[in-house]
């Protein structure tokens, strides 16, 4: 059975450019071997299949179906897809050995790991901002349920009232029960209530 092969390409922001087709062990090796040669270049290699080329938007595609066959690329995005797997099915496939390839790899003293994307400290990473509910808008039954709870707290001193007693008055309003619920914990989060 073949292997499965993967595309290795350099990608720009506004660009890719194929380096080479190979099975993903070579595919790896060759993208360690570029990286160690460019740093700054951003390589990728998706396997050799289906929409592997489905990230990128259609300007790109087209270009990049230019760039290969010469020809203007077809006009919409799934026939632009499929043209370009049938262009890069008849390319040749790097035919260096994987072992060469290791040998190489090894010589250059690369490691993937001197590759691997820089992980952020804890310290670093932001903290999630606490979403605080806001007030319902407009004056439909979502509103309405504000406005009742406002009143009945008003009207209790201050002082959170009961559950029921909020759902009650908005049930007597002609608002559904789940409506209710739903907006009375809303309310209740927006005033510092848990």
Known sequence: MDKPLYIILRRTPTSIHLEGIAPLREAQCIGLLLKAANPEATYIAPPLMGRCLAKF?????????????????????PELLRALLDELSVRDVDNRSLRSLEAAVETAG?????????????????????????????LGHTKLVWLIADELKQKNGGAMPHRKVIIDACLAEGIKQGTAGVQYAAWKKAQGGS
């Open 110 to 138: 690369i490691s993937p790991l001197d590759f691997e994307p820089k992980r952020a400290e804890p310290s670093q990473l932001a903290t999630p901002k606490e979403k605080k509910p806001k007030e319902a808008k407009g």
């Open 57 to 77: 938007g259609s300007k790109i595609l087209r270009q990049f179906y230019w760039d290969l066959s010469g020809k203007e690329a077809p006009e919409t995005y």
